[in-house]
């Protein structure tokens, strides 16, 4: 599992779900949408990998602060 994978519950808790009665299928949806809409805005994949059964993992490098 990569070391910055954002569990399925806890995505579900931050979208204001609980996680005993959500649809996991829901959150399949949005993140592919959130894929195609990246691909089509800036022409890229977004950085964001499954980690299978788990969540996803963004796998980009991330600065922070003015460089």
């Given at each position: 599992m990569p070391p910055n994978t954002n569990f399925r519950e806890a995505l579900a808790i931050s979208?204001?779900?609980q996680?005993?009665?959500?649809?996991?299928?829901?959150?399949e949806?949005?993140?592919?949408?959130?894929?195609?809409?990246?691909?089509?805005?800036?022409?890229?994949?977004?950085?964001?990998?499954?980690?299978h059964r788990q969540g996803y993992a963004f796998t980009a490098n991330i600065r922070i602060g003015m460089a």
């Open positions: 979208l204001g779900h996680p005993a009665h959500y649809d996991f299928r829901r959150l949806i949005l993140i592919r949408r959130l894929r195609n809409k990246a691909k089509e805005a800036w022409g890229d994949i977004l950085p964001l990998e499954t980690a």
